[in-house]
């Protein structure tokens, strides 16, 4: 069976084919800027070197026709026909309380994917754009949406409410939803294989490390609890947003420099987090340097992003009762041993130890904890693509 991921974004378009008897990536690729003038198709097939072909893109539609021109390519495709994509599995950012779960694209799971623009208003319509496009140009191949929040929805009503008037739960669905959820449950089912395969009885603590970052608490494998909350804004510093602040700050700033409601969201989601507080930059990777220049800034932005992630872990470490395993994923979680470490030396008051060497390691699974270490330290690399594909072959085997 061969199945395709899609996610797409307002102006991008990034795929991956997988043939799932192996689950192996057979070709991936980008397309970027479209709608834009200058948009291109990155295409890589496994083994191969990468192409790039210029094209133009006003919609959706030309980027998927160009994404199935490149997979039958006689030069760098590698199936001969499109009738051999047995289905499409679509990332989709919100599914707020109506999705627990994947599921196969209806004219009625479309519906709900609209009802949810107002929660996922960057996303959800280029999420949707992505899937109608592929009922265009591939008629007849079934199409997977797989949510973002889906994995979230086991946490009890004491973790997503938030105490504001009932009313606005009822009227505007505000409450907690989280995201990352596909990452989130590939990491889970990893770890609880890691601890011994049995998901009852676990608790884990996952943490999604990125340009968006979240953490998630995991009991039996399924979540009570997560950073994340009404949309991705909420949490911990991240590149480009604030995650946690007083939400009496808002108001505050908004009198103060006489910014628009839209005009404080954009500062709070994009001018943000490290960059805000360093001023320099929203990867992870300059701020380091910066640091290490002596960079006071970049210094204390990085102690506040460590500092807010350990009492995250703390704080579900009591609402799980304990814990088995911390994992780490993404970007920063993966690539980033210094990060592991600082984090991991806060959790010293539990148990924790890690042994550096291990730690050292990087690009596969890996658990970095001593063997005294009453708690573990997973290092798992993230895999939400194949998380989607697997998804959508499981929906199509029913
Ligand atoms: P993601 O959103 O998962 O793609 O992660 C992107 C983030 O990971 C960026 O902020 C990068 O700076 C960060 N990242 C990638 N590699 C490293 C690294 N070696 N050290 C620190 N951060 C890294």
Do not use: W
């Not at 960059?275 to 990085?302: H, I, P, Y």
């Not at 470490?341 to 060497?357: H, Q, R, S, T, V």
């Not at 989607?388 to 929906?395: G, M, P, R």
């Amino acid at each position: 069976m061969k199945i395709l991921v899609i996610n797409c974004g307002s102006s991008s378009l990034k795929y991956q084919l997988f043939n799932m008897d192996t689950n192996e990536v057979m070709a991936k690729g980008l397309c970027e800027r479209i709608g834009i003038e200058g948009s291109n198709l990155q295409h890589t097939a496994a083994g191969k070197d990468k192409v790039v072909i210029e094209a133009a893109m006003p919609t959706h539609d030309e980027a998927i026709k160009l994404v199935m021109d490149a997979l039958v390519s006689p030069e760098y495709g590698v199936i001969k026909s499109v009738d051999e994509i047995d289905g499409v599995g679509h990332r989709v950012l919100h599914g707020s309380k109506y999705f627990s779960a994947s599921c196969i694209v209806t004219d009625e799971v479309k519906d709900v994917v609209r009802k949810c623009f107002d929660l996922g208003p960057l996303h959800n319509p280029a999420n949707l754009m992505g899937i109608e496009a592929c009922e265009r140009i591939m008629p007849g191949t079934p199409n997977v949406a797989v949510f973002d929040t889906a994995f979230h929805q086991t946490m009890p009503p004491k973790a997503y409410m938030y105490a504001l008037p009932y009313e606005f739960y009822e009227k505007y669905d505000v409450r907690r939803y989280g995201f990352h959820g596909t990452s989130h449950r590939y990491v889970t089912q990893r770890a609880v294989a890691m601890l011994g395969g049995k998901a009852e009885g676990t608790k884990i603590i996952t943490c999604h490390l990125g340009n968006g970052s979240s953490i998630a608490a995991v009991k039996d494998g399924k979540v009570i609890d997560t950073s994340m909350g009404l949309t991705p804004l909420a949490g911990f510093e991240m590149g480009t947003r604030c995650g946690d602040i007083d939400p009496a700050i808002v108001p505050y700033i908004m009198k103060k420099e006489g910014y628009t409601p839209d005009e404080m969201d954009t500062v709070m989601n994009k001018k943000s987090g490290i960059l805000g507080v360093t001023g320099r930059s929203s990867d992870f990777r300059d701020v380091e340097e910066g640091m290490n220049q002596g960079d006071e800034r970049c210094k204390l932005a990085l102690d506040m992003f460590r500092y807010q992630i350990a009492k995250y872990i703390g704080s579900y470490y009591v609402a799980l009762g304990g814990c088995d395993a911390v994992v780490f994923t993404a970007g920063i979680g993966e690539n980033n041993s210094g990060h592991r470490a600082a984090i991991c030396e806060y959790l010293k008051c539990f148990g924790m130890e890690i042994d550096p060497e291990k730690n050292a390691q990087r690009g596969k699974e890996i658990d970095f904890a001593t063997e005294n270490s009453k708690i573990r330290a997973f290092l798992i690399p993230t895999n939400e693509e194949l998380m989607i594909a697997q998804d959508t072959k499981e929906l199509l085997d029913k």
